[in-house]
């Protein structure tokens, strides 16, 4: 269960690891070419670095996020040079950060890859740059904060919009009124405890339902040739993610967007259907998790597991009520059993020379090792081991040494 890099170039990683410089860091990268990766760089005297290594496969026209003619037009005639890479040292408002987001703006000159087929959609992103533009001295509690911050981004900007799109209809139900008053108090974290996290993700699904359904049955897309096409009240495909992003831009921005309104010509603005997502929301959740709504608490309908490399699932961890979705830092991707999540979480003070660490496995991958699954509980409950150096290591009492051979 511990972790494993996917085939590194040797001599990139071994550059890396002998780097005392900048320079010297971006040069090794140049033999890194599969897969891209986002490498971040820092130094005790305050530098910072990043770069996105890799190959990024060019062609010669089209969009590679569209299908492409396959008569020669839009074949790959390279990567993107190395030095034009997505690349930044000590930028001016000393801070960088990578949740694999989309790391550069509409004018950079080469294709890199959108959010439909590369990127995470950036909601992630989005907090933790809130989280270090509002900071002055991040301490290493701070940054433990934010590595398990399961704040929902998204859920910040729509659901004043919801509750403006509500104010002027009277609650139907009990349920209904208990989840407005939930929802006015609610803080946006993603927690086991929550019942507004459990009917915010709910909503946004019927949400997303009531809007571009009926577009869909209009188009007869073919949802059930390509699951990835389909759109249901349980979100999770391709086509739903990526939606989300629109109905989000819409809803704030241009909430009279003719996708609102039906095929048929009925005319719909974002607030009509978000009154409809949400009494259809509180009703299906009242059917599949009771009237008392209590029980809908999200670690109710939500967990996470771990498997293992070998994708046996006994060699897995079994199923617990976990906090978060894909849009929080503290990241637990997939619906309703999060399979993907972070993995080293690492934190390094250079100001103290400290550092802190954890693996969500162990350190071997001998499922019959006592190092299999022994820092399991350290991470799901977000604590962390220091980090030692090899002068350190010799001072600690009941050191293992561990000899590697061929």
């Keep these: 269960m511990g972790g494993a890099l996917q085939s590194p170039d040797l001599d ?17 990268l140049r033999s890194w070419h599969a897969p891209t990766q986002n490498f971040v760089y820092a130094d005790k005297n305050g530098n910072i670095g990043m770069i996105s290594a890799g190959y990024f496969p060019q062609v010669k026209s089209g969009q590679p996020w569209l299908p492409l003619s396959g008569t020669g037009e839009a074949d790959v005639i390279g990567t993107i040079p190395f030095d034009d890479l997505p690349q ?4 001016p408002d000393h801070m960088l950060f990578s949740a694999n987001q989309r790391v550069v703006t509409p004018n ?10 590369f990127f995470d959609p950036g909601y992630r992103a989005d907090t933790i740059y809130h989280t270090l533009n509002q900071a002055h001295h991040l301490t290493i509690a701070d940054m433990q904060h934010l590595q398990q911050d399961t704040h929902d981004y998204l859920a910040q900007e729509m659901i004043p919009k919801l509750l403006t799109a509500i104010s002027n209809q009277p609650p139907r139900t009990l349920q209904e009124r208990q989840i407005i008053s939930l929802l006015r108090d609610w803080d946006g974290n993603m927690s086991t405890n929550s019942v507004a996290a459990t009917f915010w993700i709910a909503f946004g699904g019927q949400y997303l339902y009531d809007t571009f359904h009926p577009w869909w049955q209009h188009f007869q897309v073919p949802e059930k040739q390509d699951n990835k096409l389909a759109i249901t009240p349980a979100t999770g495909s391709a086509a739903s993610v990526i939606l989300t992003e629109d109905l989000e831009n819409w809803t704030l921005h241009d909430p009279q967007n003719a996708a609102f309104s039906l095929p048929n010509g009925t005319r719909r603005v974002a607030a009509e259907v978000m009154r409809q997502a949400f009494s259809e929301t509180v009703v299906g959740l009242a059917d599949t998790l009771g009237n008392n709504i209590h029980n809908w608490q999200w670690g109710q309908v939500h967990s996470q597991v771990i ?27 997939g619906a309703p059993i999060a399979t993907a999540g972070p993995s080293w979480r690492f934190i390094m003070d250079w100001g103290s020379n400290q550092g802190i660490g954890i693996y969500p496995g162990g350190q071997s991958e001998n499922p019959v090792s006592d190092w299999y699954d022994n820092q399991l509980n350290t991470w799901w409950t977000g604590h962390y081991y220091p980090m030692y150096t090899s002068k350190q290591l010799t001072t600690i009492p009941g050191l293992h040494t561990w000899t590697l051979q061929p």
């Design 12 to 28: 990139a990683m071994l550059g890396i690891v002998r780097s005392t410089t900048f320079v010297d860091f971006k040069n090794a």
């Design 88 to 91: 930044a040292y000590d930028p």
């Design 108 to 117: 950079y000159p080469y294709y890199i890859g959108t959010s439909l087929d």
């Design 307 to 333: 498997p293992s490399l070998s994708r046996i699932l006994s060699l897995g961890t079994v199923p617990r009520p976990d906090s978060g979705n894909s849009r929080t830092v503290n990241a637990a991707d």
